[in-house]
């Protein structure tokens, strides 16, 4: 009897977290178009989120992508010619490095780097009553601390995946020189064939949508914090848990949009 | 630099490094070339999928946008092709939808003149079906009713071996007999007769047919020796053939020597007639002169001459 209350409880109260979820993210999205909301204060942290988010990272997140990217390419090329798949090496590269490993590899090193700051850092404000504050001196704390750090997601997310990808692309050339003997118009023309433009579209799009609950729900779930310094990390730690498990769901959803 | 302006840059560059590749990848998809529609007509619809691709060489040049049912009950198929590959829709191309075996269908385009006039987009074009599956199942349906036969054949001859009054058991049983009996008889024929003076008979028939058969072969010996000896019939009689072939070139030399007498004859009989002809003339000539001479004569008075 215990354990069905348990499941019952705990099931309610999963259901009632992803529906604040979604609620608190369409509260978001519409501050989003509203006009009003960027105003100089909110630019201005949208720029600083940006620049700490990706252009501070850049270097290291280019040199990662080489060398992650050319390494990945070679492993799945040399597997490809052992198999006897070289005729699928170009589908092989947009569909599934390009389309879907660029992006996932990018939303978890974001996450790894910011989603855990942006969690924290709502957190402690949240213990520190610096959200209070901000209330009292009615600032608008969605507009001025949300919708920054969430934008600054989607356009970071958007742009170092394609980054990515571009860098993948041209590691591609020369791995497909090395182990296929494939010029690079060739391997262009291979590149051209297999790409498909709906998929890079639904690609950018799920870079986006990861972007929005990669940002939102770490801000979320640091809002969740009491005033007790204890409850920082667990909040941290059940945000970080909330967006891993936010990106395997949209990861799904995106496969399941490319079958139909 | 400004911590805006890193980011301004960040942002511009990357954007139009992206925008950049899409508008590449859009072009060379040919997204801003100009379509053309074809239309396409078939009497059924089964196979035909709306995106379908339209095959020229094994290379895409377009694709299925719309099928619709006519009045006439036809299924009118619209394709569209880029711009790009416009070059190879001529006239007199075919348009034929391929459903392998394995893979996905696909109207496929062969041209077999690319000199000929290009197709016009409002001629509606019969489309044939080249249907792998259909073909293998019909290839295969007679191969399944042999081995239906076969399997219910086998099928009868297990029946039969398991039946004990079958034909095959019966048949294992005459053998069983003929064997035990052959057993307890000296022979194969004395088991088919049952009787052993008889087989003592036909064993004296044949010994002197055997008899018989040694005496013909000496008498066909013998002719032999008479027919084809050294001084055997046919020899002589060879020998007197060719004498007489010998004779007869003789003959033939002979007969060819009177042919020419005969014809120089025939040649002199033709002097001889002129010959006579003078002769005639000469005795009529004569005739003439003793008439003449009978005259004279018979005129004067004294028919007396006086010889030299």
Request: hydrophobic letters at 50%.
């Amino acid at each position: 009897m215990d354990l069905l209350e348990n499941i019952g409880r705990m099931g309610r109260k999963t259901a009632m977290s992803f529906i604040e979820t979604i609620s608190f993210a369409g509260m978001v999205i519409f501050r989003m178009f509203q006009p009003r909301t960027y105003n100089s204060a909110m630019r201005t942290v949208l720029i600083n989120q940006i620049y700490f988010t990706s252009v501070q990272i850049l270097p290291v997140f280019i040199f990662v992508s080489i060398v992650l990217g050319s390494f990945l390419i070679g492993i799945v090329f040399q597997l490809l010619k052992q198999m006897g798949l070289t005729g699928y090496f170009g589908n092989v590269l947009m569909g599934l490095i390009v389309a879907e490993l660029s992006p996932f590899f990018t939303v978890l090193f974001i996450t790894l780097r910011s989603a855990s700051a942006i969690n924290t850092e709502m957190a402690v404000m949240k213990v520190n009553g610096e959200i209070k504050t901000l209330e009292i001196f009615r600032i608008d704390v969605i507009n001025y601390l949300l919708v920054p750090r969430i934008i600054n997601g989607i356009i970071s997310l958007v742009l170092l995946s394609s980054l990515f990808s571009i860098v993948l692309m041209f590691s591609g050339i020369l791995f497909s020189w090395i182990i296929f003997d494939i010029s690079v118009d060739v391997y262009s023309n291979i590149l051209l064939s297999s790409a498909n433009f709906s998929d890079m579209v639904i690609s950018l799009i799920k870079c986006a949508v990861f972007g929005f609950f990669i940002t939102l729900i770490p801000i979320r779930f640091g809002l969740r914090a009491s005033r007790e310094f204890t409850s920082i990390p667990i909040v941290v730690s059940s945000g970080m848990v909330n967006v891993f498990t936010a990106i395997i769901i949209i990861e799904v959803l995106s496969l399941i949009t490319k079958l139909f | 630099m400004s911590r805006e302006f890193k980011v301004g840059l960040f942002i511009v560059s990357t954007t139009i490094i992206i925008l950049a590749a899409l508008l590449y990848l859009a072009n060379e998809k040919g997204l801003f070339a100009k379509v053309y529609t074809f239309t396409l007509s078939s009497k059924s619809g089964d196979g035909l999928t709306e995106g379908m691709p339209v095959v020229f060489s094994g290379f895409n040049i377009g694709k299925v946008s719309t099928l619709e049912l006519n009045d006439k009950g036809l299924v009118l198929i619209k394709i569209k092709i880029s711009q790009k590959h416009i070059k190879w829709i001529k006239a007199d191309s075919a348009f034929i939808l391929y459903r392998p075996l394995i893979g996905v269908a696909r109207i496929v385009v062969t041209t077999n003149n690319l000199n000929s006039p290009p197709l016009p987009e409002d001629k509606i074009v019969v489309m044939e079906t080249v249907n792998d599956i259909n073909d293998a199942i019909t290839k295969v349906q007679p191969l399944l009713e042999k081995i239906t036969k076969i399997a219910d054949n086998l099928e009868h001859l297990s029946n039969n071996l398991a039946n004990p009054q079958g034909d095959l058991n019966l048949i294992l049983g005459n053998a069983q007999k003929i064997t035990t009996t052959l057993s307890t008889k000296k022979s194969l024929l004395e088991m088919a007769v049952a009787d052993e003076e008889s087989v003592q008979s036909i064993h004296e028939a044949l010994k002197k047919i055997k008899d018989i058969v040694t005496k013909i072969d000496k008498i066909a010996d013998k002719m032999d020796v008479q027919l084809y000896g050294q001084e055997g019939t046919l020899p002589n009689i060879n020998i007197i053939l060719k004498d007489i072939a010998g004779k007869l070139q003789k003959l033939d030399t002979t007969v060819d020597n009177i042919n020419k007498i005969g014809k120089d004859t025939s040649e002199g009989m033709k002097d001889f007639r002129m010959l006579r002809s003078d002769i005639d003339d000469a005795v009529n000539a004569i005739d003439n002169v003793v008439k003449k001479l009978d005259n004279l004569i018979s005129s004067k008075k004294d028919p007396e001459f006086k010889l030299p």
